[in-house]
């Protein structure tokens, strides 16, 4: 299988007791430079009110990229924010900013596109959304085939969904999935690859902060973040 690259260098290299010669060495891009941006996804024609949407090609003032960790580092690279986790427990999750305020009563669309470079199988990383000091909300999938949906506060993880497994995922390492929740009529749809995996009657949350989220040990990169609203603003809504 491809080996994903932690650095940007690249040379000859000799092993052992041996003399080597090399003739020459070559780098060339496959593709020109600007063709990256065709790798996202458009957004979704279903959104009338756009608030929010980065393809991580710089930070902004969410603040995307996190402090070093011994456990965690992140990036912007290529166009991905990338999450590499270290630690085989616990998870890690950047969200907005507390001043970028969204209605989670009203109908709209979270989306983003993830890839699984390498690491755990079996364990969670996706959308993070609701986000408060009291509750954290997660839309996970696993590079084995599997989704999940739950929540966390004081207490611990509470599950909403177990693990169940779904076709709609593109599996092992280096596999992309797109990832969305669409709010509507009462109904949370939970989406991967625009298939319809599930579906919960609406909750009452009481945060609004979204981003994306790692557990266990994996390397995964996230290439865009989309929240918008679905419906246009209603002059009796408080």
Same mark, same amino acid.
């Given at each position: ?126 959308? $993070?959304?609701?986000?408060? &000091?009291?509750?954290? =909300?997660? /839309?996970?999938?696993?590079? *084995?085939?599997?989704?999940? @949906? +739950? ?47 599930? $579906?919960?009657?609406?909750? &009452?949350?009481?945060? =609004?902060? /979204?981003?994306?989220?790692? *557990?266990?040990?994996?390397? @995964? +990169? ?17």
């Amino acid at each position: 299988p491809a080996l994903q690259p932690f650095g940007n260098h690249f040379g000859p290299v000799v092993m052992e007791q041996q003399t080597a010669a090399f003739d020459y060495i070559k780098l060339a891009y496959l593709a020109p430079a600007n063709q990256v941006a065709s790798n996202i996804p458009p957004v979704s024609a279903q959104i009338i009110e756009p608030v929010y949407h980065t393809d991580f090609s710089a930070d902004d003032a969410n603040q995307w990229v996190l402090p070093p960790t011994d456990s965690l580092t992140t990036t912007l690279t290529d166009g991905y924010f990338k999450m590499v986790r270290l630690a085989k427990t616990g998870y890690n999750l950047s969200v907005t900013a507390a001043n970028l305020k969204v209605d989670m009563h009203r109908d709209y669309l979270i989306e983003t596109q993830a890839v699984h470079y390498s690491g755990a199988q079996n364990f969670g990383y996706g959308l $993070s959304f609701a986000c408060d &000091e009291q509750h954290i =909300y997660h /839309f996970w999938i696993g590079a *084995s085939g599997y989704y999940y @949906i +739950g929540s966390v506060d004081k207490t611990g993880f509470n599950t909403i969904l177990t693990w169940t497994p779904s076709d709609a995922i593109n599996k092992g390492d280096l596999s992309k999935n797109k990832l969305g929740i669409l709010h509507k009529n009462g109904q949370l749809n939970f989406y991967i690859n625009d298939q319809l995996v599930t $579906s919960h009657p609406e909750i &009452e949350f009481t945060g =609004y902060r /979204f981003g994306v989220s790692v *557990s266990a040990n994996q390397n @995964i +990169g996230f290439n865009y973040l989309t929240f918008g609203y679905l419906d246009k603003p209603s002059a009796t809504r408080v």
